[in-house]
């Protein structure tokens, strides 16, 4: 797994960004007066790597927020371990999951039908869209960001043009989006989203998953296309789904025999959801099994006798 601290596009020296594989969310360290803080802090089983990530980055200054852009166990799994670390951090979190976080309702945050894991945390506080949070060394406006999740927020410093973006806009595209399984219309709302980081205008993207970057122009117009194309046709956005859920998971496990992948896919509820919706007129162990094909056409896998591994 990549991991490191990404500097290919200038930041301030208190905005520190934790780059890491795909199962991680990045983490971006803020350093300041205002006191450290961390948003988003990645899955649950790097949660070691987490810690020794952000101790590094922090040095002797302790932790003392942890700001959560949305709820999804790639950008919050770090949380728990984050705060047994630093019982006094300050959590926030975005206002539409609070009640699900304080009854910890993993169907309603996610992680159930997901099939992903994301040990239980508490949250002290919520990010507001249309407040500011004072965090590290400046200001930082909450912005509402709907549409890979209905709750996300978007984080931006205007003084210096970073944006923290969450999977609301990477360089190439978004995340997927999980209210359209739901069975919601969110493909208007991931467009809305996209229109509110334009008249943002950032100097400065750090997105959930990737390398930091300047050219919002180009992203922009990429996710826009990309968005298009999933709205002319839902079963692409829905197939792209389901080979992402399928990867997140191979990931987590780097190797696994295939008739346990299968019964995991089949156990999954998003799987049932996927192929309920869009590929009824296939067998669902048939559609899993093409997906698992398609993974290994494409180089996203390999296979060994019965194992499929991630390269």
């Not at 371990?81 to 926030?92: D, E, K, N």
């Not at 910890?104 to 507001?128: H, I, K, M, N, V």
């Not at 973006?165 to 990477?170: G, H, I, T």
């Amino acid at each position: 797994m990549a991991t490191g601290i990404a500097a290919a596009v200038a930041l301030p020296p208190d905005i520190q960004v934790l780059e890491r594989g795909w199962l991680s969310s990045n983490a971006v360290v803020l350093l300041g007066p205002h006191g450290a803080a961390v948003v988003d802090t990645g899955y649950c089983t790097h949660a070691d790597q987490t810690v020794a990530l952000v101790q590094a980055a922090l040095g002797a200054q302790p932790l003392a927020h942890i700001l959560n852009t949305h709820l999804h166990s790639d950008h919050c799994g770090g949380n728990a371990v984050l705060q047994a670390r630093w019982p006094g951090a300050h959590t926030r979190i975005p206002p539409g999951e609070a009640d699900a976080v304080r009854a910890w309702d993993d169907d309603r945050l996610s992680y159930r039908p997901t099939g992903q894991a994301c040990p239980r945390f508490r949250f002290d506080g919520l990010l507001e869209p249309g407040t500011e949070v004072r965090v590290g060394a400046r200001a930082w406006q909450v912005h509402a960001a709907p549409g890979h999740d209905t709750h996300s927020v978007v984080l931006y410093a205007p003084d210096v043009g970073v944006l923290i973006a969450a999977d609301a806009l990477w360089e190439r595209g978004f995340g997927v989006v999980f209210p359209e399984i739901e069975g919601d219309d969110a493909f208007a709302a991931v467009g809305a989203t996209l229109d509110v980081i334009e008249r943002l205008a950032p100097r400065v993207v750090i997105p959930g998953h990737g390398a930091v970057f300047a050219d919002v122009a180009s992203a922009l117009a990429y996710a826009r296309k990309r968005l298009a194309g999933f709205v002319q046709d839902p079963q692409r956005h829905a197939l792209y789904a389901a080979k992402v859920l399928l990867k997140y998971k191979l990931l987590e496990w780097q190797q696994v025999p295939v008739a346990s992948l299968m019964a995991w896919a089949q156990a999954t509820p998003y799987f049932g959801r996927l192929h309920h919706a869009y590929f009824a007129d296939q067998a669902q162990a048939a559609w899993v099994q093409a997906l698992m094909d398609d993974l290994v056409r494409s180089g996203a896998a390999t296979r060994d006798g019965g194992l499929l591994i991630n390269p």
